[in-house]
């Protein structure tokens, strides 16, 4: 039996909103707190992408201007803000730049993994038998890789470790996707698997509506609550695995774009000589993006959760009440403060 | 029976001027308001409510039990059993809360399969409690623990109290929660519908135990429940709450003779007795055509079997086992029994939701033995379902004129949800639902509002044959009656063949022509409500006649008396 009273029901069916927007409302705190932060930061990452041509004094993979060229390892200056990496390249235009091969990259990644581990999930859920048993062990396999490693694997077979712009963007895409198709499968055909046996999916089922429709109309659209989430967190876990690849020298070829982790890789040698700028100035902009995205998943996380959510006291006011005498009523009654003051 | 009994001490618990606040999502609701109460020792008073009339938040703050969320005012004032001390438990620290609790007060829950822990050992869940109250040897621990499983009605308690709690069953597994909660002898036990989770007769068992507690023990017991059958068999007073108030307070004689309030008298009226549906059923078999007996049933089992297949070695369990009824066209077939009796595999087998394994099935003249789904998907457009559950059987994200229009759609009757709009119209009106209830979200309709949905759901096609699956259990007892009176006009008028599954005797009484009982999947009784429950033949319709707790003190007592003679 259910302990609260239950709440007036408020006309809030309209009220919803957006994912994000809503959720915004909601948090109160340190939870709102971390939320607001991942959303600053995250917004900052996507407005840079979206204005780099701006932004940028320079282009990711020009040498040398009117004045001839850039000189490599030049510390930071009135000219080249953030220095020159060893390459000659402008290190601020870069780590510019380099929003958008990360933009590109994750939203391939996602976009892909999203939808075709969303189908098998659901197909594996819903129908189960051998169909389930045959993808869960393939999805298993590919858990026990280590990520990186299946990642290196299939750059190489897809673009032989060589990489233009899209080249390289789809080639460490397409290797994140392979690695996150399983995360997908997992949540979505656990969902489903829930959801199948729901009273609503039977009732579904004794309409006599098709596989399809129950699949579509009944179980998926409810087994879609946790993705956000997962979106969120994947997308901060594609920028490093990303910059992993870039850093091994599976990246993409400064002529072609920027990329963080293949301006970190050069700038190994530099941290030895004291040159600080080539390696800091990526390794924050991963870092920035990567907290951000992460703070917005983990307080999405929490404020989904009714038990993790904070909300405001009851009655901030009303909580500092306390009865006169330890164990006592407040107004009235002999232990109350009508029988004390009734006494004396 | 009990007042002489009674010493004339203080309270135990003494709740003065409680109210309890949430915050929630919505912002705050408030559960319960200005609610004083006394419990005196060696009382039962029993807190009877709807759902959502705070009767749970006002038992469990005499625990200090209340989520995070709450704000709570008043007092609530917890005398030892011996009066050596008393807390107010609203003002108390974490650490003294946990001194109160067990030794002062213990509580019961609802459902003893969730109550205890499945990786220990039952005697262990008992000696922990003592051990947290400290001041006990291994050996007196476990001594005591053997004594109060005793106590308590479990056999050979010497050799159980080292078992795990799958090894007991629903009943025993209750005693185990009730002795645990007794063996440091508290002053008060809050038992929170301690037998809404059990088969009547077990629950006449508990009751029983219970009883036992306050006569042997001393100790008071709080007693949550919606059932009045089974405050009327227990407790001595009776405070009744509506929307987080207090209504009325009585001695349990008076309440049930002479209700003061509207509201407790409305709550009385809404509970269904045995023999009201006496006159209804011969009305309606006088009124039926001749030739009516031999027309071709909708329903027809013959050695019906059906087996779910065990798993990892165990054996097959035979859910159904030999069972042969028919139910002719317009007939009412009441299918009664306790859980696992059955009763709901025998109608998901005809909704085509379950294997029928052995014997045979027809339905609307299909053989369900070994039927493809492709077969039977015409068939479906004629049988109509009402599942237990209203709250899970909506899908959360469409609207009611959505899910009440999927029959509609999926069966070509209508394009799309907008289309059949009219029709979907016409069944909420049909089943006393505003229109205007068709573009609310389930979660914002009522249960018994959303149980009505479901029935307009059900009847959409205009099926030749309902299958309603405990379709009240899940409601209030006062939404209960209306639900059932509108099932019952609805049927009347629409004239549809039904099989109305319940485990409660009073609920198909009302309602079926004929009642047939199951126990442990096979048919034991079949015939009209005046033959099973008039005469009952087979000891165990005897048996579950007599454990059925009626809402009057006085005949419960007398019913009780025969109770024990059959056991």
């Given at each position: 039996?259910a302990t609260t009273?239950?709440?007036?029901p408020t006309?809030?069916r309209?009220r919803?909103?957006?994912p994000?927007?809503?959720q915004l ?7 709102r707190?971390?939320?607001v932060a ?11 992408a ?6 940028a ?5 020009q040498?040398r201007?009117a004045?001839?060229p850039?000189g490599a ?8 803000w953030?220095?020159?990496?060893v ?6 235009s870069r780590v ?7 933009l ?7 976009v ?8 098998l999930?659901?197909l594996?859920g ?7 048993r ?8 590919v858990y026990?890789?280590?990520t990186?490693?299946?990642a290196i694997?299939?750059a190489i ?12 963007i789809?080639?460490?895409?397409i290797?994140i996707?392979v690695?996150y198709i399983?995360?997908y499968?997992?949540?979505i ?5 829930r ?7 039977e009732?579904a089922?004794v309409i006599?509506a098709?596989h399809w429709?129950?699949m ?6 409810n ?7 997962i ?7 594609a920028?490093?695995t990303?910059a992993?690849l ?5 990246g ?12 970190l ?5 530099d941290v030895?000589s004291?040159i600080?700028?080539t ?10 993006v ?7 998943g ?7 959760d ?5 909300r405001r006291?009851?009655?901030a006011g009303?909580t500092?009440?306390?009865t006169?005498?330890p164990g006592?009523?407040?107004?009235a ?6 029988g004390?003051?009734?006494a004396? | ?7 004339p001490?203080?309270p135990?618990v003494?709740i003065?001027d409680?109210?309890?606040?949430f915050?929630t999502?919505a912002?705050?609701v ?9 419990v005196?020792a060696?009382e039962?008073?029993a807190?009877?409510?709807e ?6 938040v006002t038992?469990r ?6 989520p995070?969320?709450a704000?709570?005012r ?5 005398t030892r ?27 019961v829950f609802?459902?003893?399969?969730t109550?205890?822990n499945?990786v ?5 869940q ?9 001041g006990?040897s291994r050996?007196?621990?476990?001594a005591?623990a053997?004594?109060?499983l005793?106590r ?16 007991f069953?629903g009943?025993q597994?209750q005693?185990?929660?009730?002795a645990?909660?007794?063996v ?10 301690p037998?809404?989770a ?8 508990i009751l029983d135990?219970?009883?036992r507690?306050?006569?042997?023990f ?10 009045m ?6 407790a001595?007073?009776?405070a009744?709450?509506y929307?987080?108030q207090?209504v009325e307070?009585?001695?349990?004689r008076?309440?049930f ?6 509201y407790?008298?409305q709550?009385?009226g809404s509970?269904p007795?045995?023999g009201?549906?006496?006159a209804r059923?011969?009305e ?9 007996a ?14 779910y297949?065990g ?6 369990f ?5 069972v ?12 009664v029994g306790?859980s696992g ?15 029928v394994?052995?014997?045979?099935l027809s ?5 369900m033995?070994?039927?493809?789904e492709?077969?039977f998907?015409p068939v479906?457009?004629?049988?109509g379902f ?8 909506f899908?959360p994200?469409l ?11 999926v ?11 009219g ?7 049909a089943?006393q639902?505003?229109?205007?209830f068709?573009d ?9 509002q959303?149980q009505?949905?479901?029935l307009a ?5 205009g ?7 405990e ?7 006062s939404?209960?009656?209306?639900v059932?009176?509108l099932f019952d006009?609805?049927?009347r008028?629409l ?10 005797l009073?609920?198909?009484d009302l ?7 199951l126990y ?15 005469a009952?033949?087979h ?10 707790p ?7 007592a ?5 109770w024990?003679?059959?056991?």
């Amino acid at each position: 039996m259910a302990t609260t009273a239950t709440p007036t029901p408020t006309p809030a069916r309209r009220r919803r909103g957006l994912p994000v927007v809503r959720q915004l409302r909601q948090a109160v705190g340190l939870q709102r707190g971390m939320l607001v932060a991942g959303l600053v930061l995250t917004g900052v990452f996507l407005l840079t992408a979206a204005l780099a041509d701006l932004l940028a004094p320079y282009g990711y993979n020009q040498l040398r201007d009117a004045d001839g060229p850039f000189g490599a390892q030049q510390s930071p200056s009135g000219d080249h803000w953030l220095g020159t990496t060893v390459g000659g390249y402008d290190v601020l235009s870069r780590v510019i730049y380099g929003t958008r091969t990360a933009l590109a990259v994750i939203v391939v990644a996602i976009v892909l993994s999203l939808f075709l581990g969303v189908l098998l999930g659901l197909l594996s859920g819903y129908f189960g038998g051998w169909l389930d048993r045959v993808l869960v062990v393939v999805c298993d396999a590919v858990y026990a890789f280590p990520t990186l490693l299946l990642a290196i694997v299939m750059a190489i077979v897809i673009s032989g470790g060589q990489s233009s712009l899209w080249g390289g963007i789809l080639a460490a895409a397409i290797s994140i996707t392979v690695i996150y198709i399983p995360q997908y499968f997992r949540v979505i055909r656990a969902e489903t698997v829930r959801i199948k046996a729901e009273a609503y999916v039977e009732s579904a089922k004794v309409i006599g509506a098709s596989h399809w429709r129950i699949m579509t109309r009944h179980v998926l659209r409810n087994a879609t609550r946790t993705l956000p989430l997962i979106l969120t967190l994947n997308a901060s876990e594609a920028i490093l695995t990303l910059a992993g690849l870039g850093f091994l020298g599976f990246g993409i070829e400064p002529t072609a774009a920027a990329e963080w982790g293949f301006d970190l890789n050069r700038a190994l040698s530099d941290v030895t000589s004291g040159i600080w700028w080539t390696s800091i100035f990526p390794g924050i902009a991963i870092v920035w993006v990567v907290l951000g995205l992460t703070l917005v998943g983990e307080s999405l996380n929490d404020l989904a959760d009714p038990r993790l959510r904070s909300r405001r006291a009851a009655d901030a006011g009303e909580t500092g009440e306390v009865t006169v005498v330890p164990g006592g009523p407040l107004g009235a009654g002999p232990a109350g403060l009508a029988g004390i003051e009734g006494a004396s | 029976m009990s007042t002489e009994r009674m010493a004339p001490v203080g309270p135990v618990v003494s709740i003065q001027d409680l109210s309890v606040t949430f915050a929630t999502d919505a912002g705050r609701v408030v559960a319960v308001q200005d609610v004083s109460l006394e419990v005196r020792a060696g009382e039962v008073l029993a807190i009877v409510g709807e759902s959502g009339s705070g009767k749970t938040v006002t038992a469990r703050s005499i625990l200090g039990l209340l989520p995070e969320t709450a704000t709570t005012r008043g007092a609530v004032l917890l005398t030892r059993k011996d009066g050596s001390s008393s807390h107010d438990v609203v003002t108390l620290g974490r650490s003294d809360l946990g001194d109160v609790r067990g030794r002062d007060a213990a509580m019961v829950f609802q459902e003893p399969s969730t109550a205890l822990n499945p990786v220990y050992k039952v005697g262990w869940q008992i000696v922990e409690g003592l051990r947290a109250h400290g001041g006990y040897s291994r050996a007196e621990a476990r001594a005591k623990a053997v004594d109060v499983l005793r106590r308590v009605g479990i056999p050979e308690p010497e050799k159980r109290i080292d078992h795990y709690p799958h090894q007991f069953s629903g009943g025993q597994k209750q005693r185990i929660v009730i002795a645990q909660a007794l063996v440091l002898d508290p002053g008060v036990i809050i038992a929170d519908e301690p037998t809404t989770a059990l088969d009547v007769t077990v629950q006449a068992e508990i009751l029983d135990l219970l009883r036992r507690c306050r006569d042997e023990f001393g100790t008071a017991i709080v007693l949550i429940t919606h059932n009045m059958g089974v405050v009327a068999d227990l407790a001595d007073r009776v405070a009744v709450m509506y929307q987080g108030q207090l209504v009325e307070q009585a001695d349990v004689r008076t309440l049930f003779s002479a209700p003061r309030e509207e509201y407790t008298r409305q709550l009385l009226g809404s509970v269904p007795r045995l023999g009201q549906g006496l006159a209804r059923t011969q009305e309606r078999a006088a009124a039926r055509p001749a030739g009516w007996a031999s027309a071709t049933p909708v329903v027809e089992a013959r050695d019906l079997r059906i087996v779910y297949p065990g798993r990892l070695r165990k054996p097959d369990f035979t859910a159904v086992d030999g069972v042969s009824f028919a139910i002719r066209p317009g007939e009412v077939l009441g299918l009664v029994g306790e859980s696992g009796s059955g009763k709901t595999t025998i109608g998901r087998a005809i909704a085509g939701l379950t294997k029928v394994t052995g014997g045979s099935l027809s339905v609307l003249g299909t053989e369900m033995n070994g039927v493809k789904e492709k077969r039977f998907r015409p068939v479906r457009e004629r049988v109509g379902f009402v599942f237990q559950d209203p709250a899970s059987s909506f899908n959360p994200l469409l609207t009611i004129a959505q899910a009440v229009a999927e029959p509609l759609v999926v069966h070509g009757r209508a394009k799309d949800a907008h289309e059949a709009r009219g029709r979907v119209d016409e069944l909420l009106e049909a089943v006393q639902l505003p229109r205007s209830f068709g573009d609310r979200f389930p979660h914002e309709l009522s249960g018994g509002q959303r149980q009505r949905a479901s029935l307009a759901r059900a009847l959409a096609l205009g099926p030749e044959l309902l299958i309603a699956d405990e379709p009240t259990s899940a409601l209030d007892v006062s939404v209960q009656a209306r639900v059932l009176e509108l099932f019952d006009e609805l049927q009347r008028e629409l004239g549809f063949a039904c099989l109305f599954i319940s485990h409660d005797l009073a609920v198909v009484d009302l309602l079926a022509d004929r009642i047939a009982v199951l126990y442990r999947g096979q048919l034991v009784e079949e015939g009209t409500g005046a033959q099973v429950l008039g005469a009952p033949q087979h000891p165990y319709t005897q048996r579950l006649l007599a454990s059925l707790p009626v809402p009057d003190p006085d005949e419960q007592a007398a019913r009780r008396a025969t109770w024990r003679q059959l056991t």
